[in-house]
């Protein structure tokens, strides 16, 4: 089955800097990779995506790349502010009957950023 | 509170018992789903049930068991066969089960074996 591997576990920077976290996938088939925020103490919330039809994609501060030859997926955020200071999972899932819509979860990335 | 409800937020269990855990949607999502979370090990899923009535096995059933009678409602049982139950418990759910889309998640209920 599909597998995720999140790096690194852990990251700080200084707040200004900016902040890369990348993942890995094994199944090729897959075809849509969100990325989470969960805050201390709160749900995990959506936060970007991207399908395999596309390279980037960009929301402000927030942007993720995708290289489906090499089977890796990366969130970058410019800019960092105390408040992205969380824990980031990225995911990833495939359509076709069974499979479909089930997010397979890279370990988590805690992110601390230094005011 | 965002459309999907855990409950309880924290619950304690003894050896050998059975507990459930209650999740909520009001959301009209056809799909919803069990996660588990620990420290270090991101969330892995449980079971998830892409339609009413129908349910499936996920990375690490066993010692769970689920119901998906209701659109809105996929409780998650604990039994004793689960053996190191201690974990944060995500339900999710998401618009369709044929199709790749965001999950919402609910608050979690933390489980702790006493």
């Known amino acids: 089955g599909e597998n995720v591997e999140q790096h690194p576990s852990t990251l700080s920077v200084q707040e200004g800097d900016s902040a890369v976290i990348k993942c890995t996938y094994s199944d090729s088939a897959s075809n849509y990779f969100p990325w989470y925020k969960q805050e201390l103490g709160k749900r995990p919330q959506l936060i970007i995506d991207i399908r395999s039809n596309v390279g980037e994609k960009k929301d402000q501060r927030i942007a993720v790349t995708l290289n489906k030859t090499a089977k890796h997926f990366s969130l970058h955020i410019t800019e960092t502010q105390p408040e992205d200071s969380a824990v980031y999972f990225c995911?990833?899932?495939?359509?076709?009957?069974?499979?479909?819509?089930?997010?397979?979860f890279g370990q988590g990335t805690t992110l601390q950023v230094k005011p | 509170d965002g459309g999907i409800t855990q409950s309880p937020k924290y619950l304690f269990r003894k050896e050998g018992q059975n507990v459930t855990l209650s999740c909520e949607q009001n959301?009209?999502?056809?799909?919803m789903y069990w996660y588990r979370q620990d420290p270090g090990q991101g969330l892995r899923l449980i079971y998830y049930s892409q339609i009413v009535n129908d349910f499936q096995k996920g990375d690490i059933a066993e010692g769970y068991s689920v119901s998906r009678e209701k659109k809105e409602s996929f409780p998650l049982t604990v039994t004793s066969a689960q053996k190191n139950p201690t974990a944060f418990y995500l339900c999710a759910s998401s618009i369709s089960g044929t199709g790749n889309y965001g999950y919402t998640f609910g608050s979690g209920t933390r489980l702790t074996v006493v």
């Open positions: 995911a990833a899932s495939k359509e076709g009957s069974s499979n479909t819509g089930k997010l397979i």
């Open positions: 959301l009209n999502h056809d799909a």
